[in-house]
Each structure stands twice: as C-alpha cells, then as structure tokens.
T-cell receptor
Framework: QQQVKQSPQSLIVQKGGIPIINCAYE??????FPWYQQFPGKGPALLIA?????SEKKEGRFTISFNKSAKQFSLHIMDSQPGDSATYFC???????????FGKGTRLSVIA | GAVVSQHPSRVICKSGTSVKIECRSL??????MFWYRQFPKQSLMLMAT?????????EQGVEKDKFLINHASLTLSTLTVTSAHPEDSSFYIC????????????FGPGTRLTVL
C-alpha cells in the first residue's frame, strides 16, 4: 500500500501558537488530500481537504498548503486553542470511491 | 449534513460469541462504505470496502469469514465479528462517501468492542 508519511508524531504548542503538521506522499496518482481531527474515543472528523489544482486552501483557522512538485502538504492551525488538542491525521486517495491512505497521526497538545 | 452513525457505541461480549455493528448514513445515500480498525494511539487500518449490493473487498490479512460485511442498502452496512476472541478487541470505525467520485469520506463515531 502506498504510504503517506506524517510528522511530527507529537507536538506541543502554547495557546495562540501556529502548529504545523507535515505530510509527504509517494503516489503521484493521489488527487485528494484531506485532514481529519480525532478526539479520544471518537471517530475522525473531516477538517479540510485539498485537490492538487490549488496550492493553498483556508477554512476558518485551518489552512492546507500543498506542494505538488515536492509531493508534500501541510496543515496549519492559526491561533490554536486548548480545544484543538487532538490527534490529526493526513490522508490521500486516488480518483473515485477509493479508500483513504492515512498517515500515522500527530498528537497535538495546546497548553494555556 | 453528512452524518454517519454507528450502533452500538460500546459492546462487551464473551469469547466465542458473534457481534454485529451497524453503520448508517443518516442524511445521504452511500454506495460505498469502508470499515476500519484502530488500536490505541495508532492510525486507522482499513479492513474492507463495502459496496451496496455486492460483496465486500477485504484488505490483505483480514479474514473475510471472521469479519462478515453486508451492505444491504444505500444507508446501511453491517460488520459482524464472528466467534470473537480477545484479540479482536478494538475500536471499529466505519466511513461513508458523501458524493460519488469526490471521495469525501465521513466517519461514524466508532464502536468499542471488548471481548472477555
């Protein structure tokens, strides 16, 4: 299975900081790149997603930056809050109703 | 919109029994659903792809006779863990694709299975 490599594994930032989570992929056929947020004991929730025809997408405090040539994409969380403390997963998939390939996740802690 | 439910949220059973987990798309029709398994502090592991009206496609290493998947309608997929053993204890999560071809996947809240 094609991999999606996610880093860092864990991240601690102060309230108001801008955590950045990075992902790199190998399969150039991937054309859909979502980010999910998961709280303990809950299912993942879709945060934001991007397709390769744009380099950046912003929704509220969440921004995806996408670098097609480098095969990398990242999530930025502006003005982070303690309530953002969760595990974040990047993922990728190809065209159609295909399964997502997930990164290993990043545990984010935002401290007041 | 795009709500996916799972039932039950938690189940405890004895070794050797079978457990059925339901996954429903509440406000949309899903021709494709996926079943994942997640161990503590780990990522999601795809178990199988469930397509309405056809047999599920299982990932390598997943026993199809142990994890029975039925996608009987456009809003319901079920996962039955047969003859459960303690090693089957895990967090099982389903997802459903909102719009055909766009691959926006929405996840259920998960089911915590504990096999004693």
């Amino acid at each position: 299975q094609q991999q999606v490599k996610q880093s860092p594994q864990s991240l601690i930032v102060q309230k108001g900081g801008i955590p950045i989570i990075n992902c790199a992929y190998e399969n150039t056929a991937f054309d859909y790149f979502p980010w999910y947020q998961q709280f303990p004991g809950k299912g993942p929730a879709l945060l934001i997603a991007i397709r390769p025809d744009v380099s950046e997408k912003k929704e509220g405090r969440f921004t995806i930056s996408f670098n097609k040539s480098a095969k990398q994409f990242s999530l930025h969380i502006m003005d982070s809050q303690p309530g953002d403390s969760a595990t974040y997963f990047c993922a990728a998939s190809t065209v159609g109703n295909t399964p997502l390939v997930f990164g290993k996740g990043t545990r984010l802690s935002v401290i007041a | 919109g795009a709500v996916v439910s799972q039932h039950p949220s938690r189940v405890i059973c004895k070794s050797g029994t079978s457990v059925k987990i339901e996954c429903r798309s509440l406000d949309f029709q899903a021709t494709t659903m996926f079943w994942y398994r997640q161990f503590p502090k780990q990522s999601l592991m795809l178990m199988a792809t469930s397509n309405e009206g056809s047999k599920a496609t299982y990932e390598q290493g997943v026993e199809k006779d142990k994890f029975l998947i039925n996608h009987a309608s456009l809003t319901l997929s079920t996962l039955t863990v047969t003859s459960a053993h303690p090693e089957d204890s895990s967090f099982y999560i389903c997802s459903a694709i909102l719009r055909r071809g766009y691959n926006e996947q929405f996840f259920g809240p998960g089911t915590r299975l504990t096999v004693l």
